[in-house]
T-cell receptor, first 120, second 112 residues
Framework: GAVVSQHPSRVICKSGTSVKIECRSLDFQATTMFWYRQFPKQSLMLMAT?????????EQGVEKDKFLINHASLTLSTLTVTSAHPEDSSFYIC????????????????FGPGTRLTVL | GQNIDQPTEMTATEGAIVQINCTYQTSGFNGLFWYQQHAGEAPTFLSY????GLEEKGRFSSFLSRSKGYSYLLLKELQMKDSASYLC?????????????FGAGTQVVVTP
C-alpha cells in the first residue's frame, strides 16, 4: 500500500518554542492532507485540511495562528506548532489522500506513523 | 450534534469471535471506515462500507445499516496480535475521500 512518513517521530521541547512536523507521501502525490491530534485514550480529532497550493481549512476551535500548515508540494505538508505549551502535548497524525480518479475505495486515505510531542 | 459511539473496551479469548458495535449521528455521511490502531502507532485501514450490508475480508467483516446509523466490525478466530484499539470513523465529506470523524475507539483485549 501507499506510504506516508512523518518526521520527527518524537519531539520534546520547552514551553514557548515552535515545533515543525513534516508529513510526506513517499510513493504517490497527495492532493489533500489531513492533520489530526489524539490525546491519550481519546479519539483522533481532525484539526485541519491541507490542500496543495492553497490555504488550509481549519476545524472549529483550532487556532490557525497557532497551528501553521503549509502544503508546499504534492508530497509534503508541514504543521508548525507555534509557542508550544504543555497543553499542546499530544500525538499528531497526518493522513494523505491519493486523489485517484474512479470509484472510491476505502483505503485512499493513508496515515502517517504519528509524532509524539511533549512540551515541558 | 455529531456523535459516534462505540464501547470502550471488550475482552475475548484467543480463537473466539468479537463484535464491535458503532452507532453514529452525523450531519453528513459518505461511508464508514474501521481502522485498527496499536498503542503509539497510526491507524491502519481495515474496512469501508458505503452501502448497506456486510463486507467480508478474511477474518474481519463489517456491516452497515444507514437507516439505523449503525455498523459493526466482526473479528473471527481471534489472535493475540488482534489486541488493539478499533476505531469507527464516518466520512462526512462532500465526496468520498473527505473528512473523517472518529469514534473514541474500542480497546480489544485478547486473552490466551
Amino acid at each position: 500500500g501507499a506510504v506516508v512518513s512523518q518526521h520527527p517521530s518524537r519531539v520534546i521541547c520547552k514551553s514557548g518554542t515552535s515545533v515543525k512536523i513534516e508529513c510526506r507521501s513517499l510513493d504517490f502525490q497527495a492532493t489533500t492532507m489531513f492533520w489530526y491530534r489524539q490525546f491519550p485514550k481519546q479519539s483522533l480529532m481532525l484539526m485541519a485540511t491541507s490542500n496543495e497550493g492553497s490555504k488550509a481549512t481549519y476545524e472549529q476551535g483550532v487556532e490557525k495562528d497557532k497551528f501553521l500548515i503549509n502544503h508546499a508540494s504534492l508530497t509534503l505538508s508541514t504543521l508548525t506548532v507555534t509557542s508550544a505549551h504543555p497543553e499542546d502535548s499530544s500525538f499528531y497524525i497526518c493522513s494523505a489522500r491519493s486523489g485517484l480518479a474512479g470509484a472510491p475505495s476505502g483505503d485512499t486515505q493513508y496515515f502517517g506513523p504519528g509524532t509524539r510531542l511533549t512540551v515541558l | 450534534g455529531q456523535n459516534i459511539d462505540q464501547p470502550t473496551e471488550m475482552t475475548a479469548t484467543e480463537g473466539a469471535i468479537v463484535q464491535i458495535n458503532c452507532t453514529y449521528q452525523t450531519s453528513g455521511f459518505n461511508g464508514l471506515f474501521w481502522y485498527q490502531q496499536h498503542a503509539g502507532e497510526a491507524p491502519t485501514f481495515l474496512s469501508y462500507n458505503v452501502l448497506d450490508g456486510l463486507e467480508e475480508k478474511g477474518r474481519f467483516s463489517s456491516f452497515l445499516s444507514r437507516s439505523k446509523g449503525y455498523s459493526y466490525l466482526l473479528l473471527k478466530e481471534l489472535q493475540m496480535k488482534d489486541s488493539a484499539s478499533y476505531l469507527c470513523a464516518v466520512n462526512r465529506g462532500t465526496d468520498s475521500w473527505g473528512k473523517l470523524q472518529f469514534g473514541a475507539g474500542t480497546q480489544v483485549v485478547v486473552t490466551p
